[in-house]
């Protein structure tokens, strides 16, 4: 499968860890040049996928499943700096990690073909909700990161906001 992104994933990963930095004014660490490639899949079309293949997919065979949305990591940081209006400044370039894969996508055409089964987010649509989505769960992220709540906040715990669904990788 392609790199999942979505609403509840954790915040260590690329897109969360960018949206929440850029969020609270901190830089975004971009690996060596930022050109390292990778095939984005919205969470809801993963699970969809997975759904797909369970009721429609043949016993043992292997089906990919990719989201047609490659962007270098220098892409995204792009789309996330201009989606929350942040300038160049809010990158901090770092040395790359010894044998970080250059590219890797998922040729999903066999699940595509067989099974009737494509994304139905686009990379736009789905990282602009993706956003949305974070900025109205700050609480959530707070809780996951560890960091205290101020006093003048409930301890109650409740759930964010929307439908819980399956958590993004």
Same mark, same amino acid.
């Given at each position: ?18 949206i929440n930095n850029l969020l609270n004014g901190k830089q975004v660490p971009v690996y060596g040049d930022g050109g390292n ?16 293949? #369970?009721?429609? /997919? ?9 989201? %047609?949305? !490659?962007?270098? +990591? ?48 686009? #990379?736009?649509? /789905? ?9 109205? %769960?700050? !609480?959530?992220? +707070? ?27």
């Amino acid at each position: 499968c392609s790199n999942n992104y979505g609403p509840y994933q954790h915040p260590e990963k690329l897109i969360p860890l960018f949206i929440n930095n850029l969020l609270n004014g901190k830089q975004v660490p971009v690996y060596g040049d930022g050109g390292n490639i990778r095939d984005w899949l919205h969470v809801k079309d993963h699970c969809r996928a997975i759904d797909t293949v #369970f009721h429609k /997919g043949a016993p043992g065979e292997v089906y990919n499943i990719g989201g %047609n949305n !490659e962007y270098t +990591n220098m892409q995204i940081t792009r789309i996330l700096l201009a989606a929350l209006d942040k300038g160049e400044d809010s990158i901090r370039y770092v040395e790359d990690r010894l044998g970080h894969d250059r590219r890797y996508a998922i040729d999903s055409g066999k699940v595509q073909k067989e099974l009737g089964w494509s994304p139905s987010y686009t #990379f736009e649509t /789905g990282i602009a909700e993706t956003i949305e989505w974070y900025k109205a %769960n700050q !609480e959530w992220l +707070n809780k996951v990161l560890g960091k205290s709540e101020s006093a003048t906040q409930t301890t109650t715990v409740a759930e964010p906001a929307g439908a819980r669904p399956a958590v993004a990788g």
